[in-house]
């Protein structure tokens, strides 16, 4: 295997080989640990930037990209058994294709790498009601010192409920919440988990809730209230 033979990977990532240089190289990757790893990086790096979003690239992308194929420093030329003219005419080709297929991965990663590392983790349910600029938040103690509190974000449409020490609820029974509308009917939230403290996310439209509720009802709930509320946050209209 020559130098030429090496400088390949870029054009067998791309899928630009013919089939005599293709079994040629891939006889050659067997071998060859430095090209095995360069191709699978050429790769993971296509890979990477055909799974982004669409977005517009920066004015200077392809200004960039030019100004590095000039300075690509050119292999040596090839020595020994003179190459059949096709071949001879076709290399040169190659080898500055696969050099701009190696450039326009760097300067891409280079330009998607810090974008994606500045963006912001994406926000949970729960997160997006607390970091609400209209979130409000209402509590309630019980008598056995647990917490209960609310809070509802009417931009996001969402309220959550978050308990502390809270007694578990008897067996075969559960503690299930509900949204009040402004008709005064309860409509059914979902279980809250059965656990002491905890973050749940209520079911349902709370955007023009007008209360919420705990009652105690059997496992898997009930469609409509059985019991008085052991708990009723009075929300403002």
């Known amino acids: 295997m020559t130098d030429h ?11 630009a080989l013919d089939a005599d240089e293709r079994a040629r190289f891939e006889a050659h990757l067997t071998t060859c640990a430095d090209c095995r790893a360069e191709v699978d990086s050429l790769r993971e790096a296509a890979a990477l930037l055909g799974a982004d979003d669409v977005v517009a690239p920066p004015p200077s992308l392809r200004d960039d990209i030019l100004a ?3 300075r690509i420093r050119p292999l040596p030329p090839v020595t020994g058994t003179v190459t059949p003219l096709r071949r001879r005419h076709r290399l040169p080709l190659l080898m500055s294709a696969a050099a701009a297929v190696v450039l326009l991965l760097g300067v891409g990663l280079a330009w998607l790498r810090p974008w994606h590392d500045e963006q912001p983790a994406r926000l ?3 997160e997006r009601i607390l970091a609400a600029p209209d979130a409000t938040r209402l509590e309630k103690s019980f008598p056995d010192g647990s917490r209960a509190t609310v809070v509802l974000s009417r931009s996001e449409g969402k309220a959550l409920i978050r ?9 075969g029974k559960a503690y299930e919440l509900w949204l009040q509308t402004p008709a005064g009917v309860m409509e059914p939230a979902g279980l809250m988990p059965d656990q002491p403290d905890t973050t749940y996310v209520l079911k349902g ?3 023009d809730a007008t209360g919420i509720g705990i009652t105690v009802e059997p496992d898997g709930g009930s469609p409509q209230p059985t019991s008085a509320p052991i708990a009723l946050f009075a929300l403002d209209s």
């Open 5 to 15: 033979d090496h400088a390949l990977s870029g054009a067998y990532a791309v899928d």
């Open 68 to 70: 590095g194929i000039d």
């Open 124 to 126: 949970t349910a729960a």
């Open 163 to 171: 308990t502390k020490a809270m007694a578990l609820a008897p067996a």
């Open 205 to 207: 439209d709370a955007t």
